[in-house]
């Protein structure tokens, strides 16, 4: 069965910290770009952080430059996505995606794999 499931989301106070995990099952993240993005009430789904596997390029969205990255378990197969200095409108469902072509972060529908979202709340 090939899914992604992330967690780690929950409730945390302004400036504080949060590690996401996106866990692939049936494939595996070597061959796959990998992407994070979240989506607010209300709004499109924005894309955070996104790795093209050819060149190692990575993009990363204005918002959370600085406070966000992105690491890597190969043996776990697991992707994380560490958040630090977390605002209220950080507030959002977060979720990782993989495709094995596609790699950009303005245009979220041309990913092929995505997970079912983990909530992050933040509070003033």
């Known amino acids: 069965d090939v899914q992604l499931v992330e967690s780690g989301g929950g409730l945390v106070q302004a400036g504080g910290s949060l590690r996401l995990s996106c866990a692939a099952s049936?494939?595996?993240?070597?061959?796959?770009?990998i992407g994070w993005f979240r989506q607010a009430p209300g709004k499109e789904r924005e894309g955070l952080l996104c790795?093209?596997?050819?060149?190692?390029?990575?993009y990363t969205a204005g918002s959370i430059k600085g406070r966000f990255s992105i690491s890597r378990d190969y043996a776990a197969n697991t992707v994380y996505l560490q958040m630090t200095s977390l605002k209220p409108e950080d507030t959002a469902v977060y979720y990782c995606?993989?495709?094995?072509?596609?790699?950009?972060?303005?245009?979220?529908?041309?990913?092929?794999?995505w997970g079912k979202g983990t909530l992050v709340l933040v509070s003033a």
């Open positions: 995606a993989a495709d094995p072509y596609y790699s950009g972060c303005y245009e979220y529908y041309g990913w092929e794999r």
């Open positions: 049936g494939f595996t993240f070597d061959d796959y770009n």
């Open positions: 790795i093209n596997r050819s060149d190692g390029n990575t």
